[in-house]
């Protein structure tokens, strides 16, 4: 396993602008500016949760939507895990976690398999929350999930608050990804029966 899991991402097209750096054993720090307040603060819970650290700066065309910004973040962030995470030796491989946010209860199971794939149920939601366009939480998702090479399940299993199911999806996919990225302490190679992911 990489001794030093970091990576530093800049993505830059007609739509967005973006730098970040990423620690993937920090200890929950973010200094994160998207330019959409609520995605800002979903993003500091993934890290905060993930206990990664992550500085990230997007300019983007949020005079049109959200829409190239929070997939692009998504890209960007997903490269960025694949970088860090390097060969795979040594790590747990999969996560599943179950987080309650009040009314709601949301499942996430992952796989850092090397094949990219995302199942999406969040239920039905509000249309925006604040700022951000609710729909965008399965973009980001997908997005991330492709360029980090992750197998990636969500479900909300029920709820009624839409900020409560968006909340609990970034706070139980940061313990599903701390989880498989931790050190096995009992197998130093890649675990995979191939011999690589």
């Known amino acids: 396993m990489n001794k030093v899991r970091t990576a530093s991402v800049e993505r830059k097209t007609a739509e967005t602008s973006i730098k970040l750096i990423l620690n993937l054993d920090g200890c929950g720090k973010g200094a994160i500016h ?13 890290t905060a949760h993930g206990l990664f650290d992550l500085t990230l700066a997007c300019d983007g ?17 997903g490269d960025a895990f694949y970088q860090a995470i390097g060969d795979k030796a040594g790590i747990c491989r999969y996560g599943t976690f179950y987080l309650p946010m009040d009314e709601t209860l949301a499942l996430i199971s992952l796989d850092i398999s090397g094949r990219p794939y995302l199942v999406y149920d969040g239920g039905e939601m509000a249309p925006m929350i604040g700022g951000f366009d609710t729909e965008l939480t399965e973009e980001f998702l997908r997005a991330f999930a492709v360029h980090a090479g992750i197998t990636l399940h969500v479900k909300i299993l029920y709820g009624t608050n839409s900020h409560h199911k968006i909340e609990a999806i970034f706070k139980a996919l940061g313990h599903a990804l701390r989880h498989a990225l931790e050190h096995d302490p009992r197998n130093s190679g890649i675990p995979s029966t191939k011999g690589m992911l």
Do not use: K, R, T
């Not at 998207?34 to 993934?46: E, P, Q, V």
């Not at 939507?65 to 998504?74: K, L, R, T």
């Open 61 to 77: 065309d949020l005079d049109v939507d959200g829409h190239h910004s929070v997939e692009d973040i998504g890209i960007a962030l």
């Open 34 to 46: 998207s330019g959409i307040g609520f995605f800002d603060h979903m993003l500091n819970l993934l």
